[in-house]
């Protein structure tokens, strides 16, 4: 009598499990306003002030890794005049990364392209990494924030600036 029990449990344990829809793995490639909604935070913290994130004005991508990279412009009224001269959004990565040729480690920083550069600051405000930026002024429609998938490495844009960046 046992036996048939649990005979009869392991089936029905197992029909379940192979009815149960599979888990697919996040998809690889920009990541939809949905996802984005999930992922952005609402306030970051940066040199020492908690600012609040503009919501709607981010982008992100997820790598075959898995590992995602998120970037969202953020008020930057508190801040110092300096600080907010080159700080202009935060710049979340969980993968190495290799911008322009230049390597950055995983991690929360703040970012802005000035005068022809795109800087990555540590969330002190010291230069971590400065990188000549690109313009695209073919560009029909320039929007605040996006990535463009190319050949295995990502375009990242802030209207008509540019930095090619490649996970690691």
């Known amino acids: 009598m046992k036996t048939r029990i649990y005979a009869v449990w392991l089936a029905t344990v197992l029909v379940c499990g192979c009815l149960a829809p599979a888990q697919q793995p996040p998809a690889k490639g920009v990541l939809s306003p949905t996802e984005l909604k999930k992922l952005i935070p609402q306030d970051y913290f940066f040199a020492g002030i908690t600012a609040s994130v503009q919501t709607g004005m981010n982008a992100g991508v997820r790598f075959s890794s898995g590992k995602v990279l998120l970037v969202a412009l953020v008020n930057t009224s508190g801040y110092s005049s300096a600080i907010q001269q080159k700080y202009q959004a ?4 969980d993968s190495l990364l290799k911008i322009e040729g230049l390597q950055l ?6 970012c802005g392209f000035v005068s022809g550069k795109f800087i990555i600051m540590n969330v002190a405000a010291d230069d971590v990494l400065s990188v000549p930026a690109h313009r695209d002024d073919k560009l029909q429609r320039a929007v605040p924030l996006k990535f463009v ?5 990502y375009r990242f844009y802030a209207g008509k600036n540019f930095v ?5």
């Open 105 to 110: 480690r995983p991690g929360a920083y703040g």
């Open 164 to 168: 090619t960046l490649r996970p690691e």
């Open 90 to 93: 935060l710049f979340l990565t």
């Open 149 to 153: 998938e190319q050949d295995g490495s």
